[in-house]
């Protein structure tokens, strides 16, 4: 099945590492414009950058942090002024600050739940205002398989998860009207450097929660949203799909 996202204009938050860094490569190589968000890892955002330029694709780096409204208006006024419109967002930029609940402090609670939930509504909001003009966008939420499934020490992490799930219902009915399907994607354990530490640590004890008995790689991700992010997937709004390797039904 070929995809074809000529013409599109992608805005990929986190975009410079893991899932956002393949998927980044993977909707530019389906023909999309794409600007990769980076907050700290300008070297790496560099990175993809030269990658895309090298193979022929038109990509610009943007340093914002998405928690920041100032940092986000700044974002969304370069896009417009650079490309004029916007097509599909992946509200992919995420951090963790995994502690016990009892031990937890309230900056690592506001931390996660800033930059993984108040920032996909920050971009949310900026972007659907573009895509309205359009009457067409696809936006893309990076949940997590931890939303449904929990994790020790992982109680701000899995709320900011799941609120995104229940963010990405609500922005899926209330958007539908101006031609905007909103989706979220699950990712399981996928080998990324934000599960090297859980991965070393328990990783044979994961495994044998896997059905497929493997760890997810970042292209099995990002192949789901750049389906998502095509005109094949204009009937799906409102949805959360893992990409687990059956982890969530084990």
Known sequence: MQLDLSGKTAL?????????RETSIL?????????????????????VKKALADSGAEADIFKADISAPEEVQALFDFIRSRY?????????????????????????????????????????????????????????NI?????????????NYASAKGGLISFTRACAVELAGKGIRVNAVLPGMIVTDMSSRVRKRAGEKILELIPLNRFGEPSDVANLI??????????IT?????????????
């Open 12 to 20: 990929v938050t986190g975009g410079s590492k893991g899932i956002g």
């Open 27 to 47: 909707l530019a190589k389906a023909g999309a414009k794409v600007i990769i968000n980076y907050n700290k890892s300008a070297e790496k955002a560099e990175e």
């Open 84 to 140: 004029g419109r916007l097509d599909i967002l992946v509200n992919n930029a995420g951090v963790i600050k995994d502690n016990l609940l009892l031990a937890m402090e309230l900056s690592e609670w506001d931390k996660v739940l800033d930059t993984n939930l108040r920032g996909a509504f920050l971009c949310t909001k900026y972007a659907a205002e573009m895509m309205m003009a359009n009457h067409s966008g696809k936006i893309i």
């Open 143 to 155: 949940s997590s398989i931890g939303a449904i499934k929990g994790g020790r020490g992982q109680t």
């Open 226 to 235: 750049v389906f998502l992010a095509s005109d094949k997937a204009d009937y």
């Open 238 to 250: 409102g949805q959360t799909i893992p990409v687990d390797g059956g982890m969530s039904v084990s």
